[in-house]
């Protein structure tokens, strides 16, 4: 069976980038910037309206019916985790109350 990624949360951190937690609990923040082109997306350029995205269907979606594929970001966010170096999941707050603990 082949794994099928589905957002569980988000959250948002600053610009056009949101940081995501998905079903196999690895987390990624993930610049959106390269998908707004397009009408359907044209309005996610409003930095306000950008911030009104909700989880919905295991991806994050806008009121406007705007949606991206949540393979599409779990591929992002393996990209930038290999960019980054850090493992699955591991995020800079973590590895601070690690080396504290």
């Known amino acids: 069976m082949t794994f ?20 196999d609990l690895s987390e990624r923040t993930v610049d959106f910037r390269p998908w707004l082109e397009g009408p359907v997306f044209e309005t ?10 909700f989880v919905e269907g295991g991806t994050v979606a806008w009121p406007n019916g705007a949606d991206i594929a949540p393979e599409t970001l779990y591929q992002a966010a393996l990209r930038a985790r290999k960019r980054s170096g850090r493992p699955s999941g591991v995020t800079t707050k973590t590895r601070v109350r690690r080396a504290r603990a």
């Open 44 to 53: 996610l350029k409003n930095p306000d309206y950008f911030r009104g995205f």
């Open 4 to 23: 099928l990624p589905s957002v569980l949360q988000a959250e948002y951190r600053g610009g056009f980038r949101i940081h995501l937690t998905f079903n």
